[in-house]
């Protein structure tokens, strides 16, 4: 089972996986709407769809008025979004996400996932975000980094801590990134994911962390 970027994000807010503020829209006037909520100087409106790749293909816009929320969102309602991920015809988008713009600083990969291979979780992380983890993975496999979790012990903090000093990331930000990483592998093992994807996970200007975008897959077995 699959879930949309807004749901995965309810639920990494109800863990504490920080995330910017957003509304849900269905149509232009209600995006303008959240856009005004929101108060932020900066919105985007993102498509939602089952399907990575949307801003690649149009289906992310950056804005910088309520007005230009409701345009961009007139623009993406009702298109038909093809990105690598989405079937042969495309997918066709009824629901914008409106969030408040981050002040980006870099972007990173952040990811709990089950390896079969080993029988264990994993925590996969890399300073290459906002691009696919497979051509990552293909061109310069030494940017991914992984950290073994045992069933059995659960994610440790020290291996959070770790996994924040193989990123290059400072005293003060492995301070934010170790919470995160911990109520992301809290979300995945309470909610039976088989993963859990941020891609990009954003360190912003303020030097806080935040989930840009939310990927959520369900052990369908554990259903
Ligand atoms: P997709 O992976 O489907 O293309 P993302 O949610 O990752 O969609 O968005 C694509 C890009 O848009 C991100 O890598 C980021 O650079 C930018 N972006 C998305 N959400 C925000 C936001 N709230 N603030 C600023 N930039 C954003
Ligand atoms: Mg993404």
């Known amino acids: 089972m699959n879930v949309h970027e807004y749901q995965?994000?309810?639920l990494f807010r109800e863990f504490g996986v920080a995330v910017p503020n957003g509304?849900?829209?269905t149509t232009?006037?209600?995006?303008e709407r959240?856009?005004?909520a929101l108060g932020s100087p900066v919105v985007v409106v993102?498509?939602?769809v089952h399907a990575g790749g949307r801003g690649k293909a149009g289906g992310v816009k950056v804005v910088k008025s309520p007005a230009e929320a409701k345009q961009a969102a007139s623009q993406i309602l009702g298109m038909t979004l093809h990105t690598p991920q989405t079937p042969p015809e495309g997918k066709l988008v009824r629901k914008v996400y409106v969030e408040a713009g981050s002040n980006i600083v870099k972007e990173y990969y952040l990811a709990v996932l089950f390896d079969r291979a080993s029988e264990k979780f994993a925590v996969v992380a890399s300073t290459e975000g906002g691009m696919?983890?497979?051509v990552v993975a293909e061109k310069s496999p030494d940017k991914i980094l992984t950290s073994q979790v045992d069933p059995n012990l659960g994610l440790r903090e020290y291996q959070a801590r770790d996994l924040g000093f193989r990123l290059g990331l400072d005293g003060e930000q492995i301070k934010k990134f170790v919470p995160f990483v911990m109520a992301l592998y809290a979300l995945y093992q309470a909610k039976d994911c088989s993963q859990v994807e941020i891609n990009p996970l954003v360190l912003t200007a303020e030097g806080d962390f935040f989930a840009l975008d939310?990927?959520?897959n369900f052990d369908d077995n554990a259903l």
């Not at 232009?28 to 995006?31: F, L, N, S, V």
């Open 132 to 134: 696919e983890i497979e």
């Open 23 to 25: 509304q849900l829209a």
């Open 8 to 10: 995965a994000k309810a």
């Open 214 to 216: 939310g990927k959520l």
């Open 46 to 48: 993102k498509a939602q």
């Open 34 to 36: 959240a856009a005004k």
């Open 28 to 31: 232009p006037e209600e995006a």
